[in-house]
């Protein structure tokens, strides 16, 4: 995330990374969250009954001090830039599940640190070549252009979703609040396969790669669950 800001006064950026804990139905123990910060690296773990992740986040080009604090509510860390009244900096997050890896922090933290280590110029230009990809595999153009751009915006968030080894789980980037509706699972009716199905018609098959492995992995658990009336191997 490239950050540029010029004021006539000086000020102080603030970054922050925070989580309230998660409350679910007994005999589910609530979730927990942690973090930590140290000079310009902020961490936040969250633990759930069935899904450990981490953020970590890393500041390059300003100059502050990191801060965090915790407690059974939720945990919460921040950056807080030296006043100036000119910024240019980036913010270089890593972000892994224990889908990934058993140590999901030790895993973001690492993919932080390895962005850092690029030189911005490379990894700026290796992100271009993938979405200059992601654009030239299909056009469309439409007479009512509202629709059209509605058309190119649902693309876009699908490429933003569709690149980790993880899928998103059912309301996606659509729901910005805490504690959203069904608990932001995972389903096998409508809800999440739709988000996947424009990839056919729009020449992106590539993108349904996060959905396939996530739902082919999850298979044991459905057969466990829903042995008749599931699915049959």
Known sequence: IRCRIRSDSPVSPVIRLGRPA???R???PPSSVTSGAKGRTLHLEHVLPNLRYAIAAFVRG???EGA???DAQGAECSFTAAASTSFDFEIVVGMATDREDGEPLRRAMEMAESS???EPEADRESHRAWWGRHWNASLVSLPDKFIEHAYYCGLYQQACVSRAE???????LSYMRDNPPWMDGYTTDAQTPLMWWSITPANRLD???N???TFLEMVPEFIEHSPHQGMEV
């Open 207 to 209: 993108l349904g790669y």
């Open 68 to 70: 965090h604090r915790g």
């Open 116 to 118: 850092v280590a690029v």
């Open 62 to 64: 300003a100059e502050g």
């Open 211 to 213: 959905y396939m492995r």
């Open 166 to 172: 993880q899928a998103i789980s059912f309301m996606g």
């Open 22 to 24: 998660h409350s679910f």
């Open 26 to 28: 007994p005999p589910s």
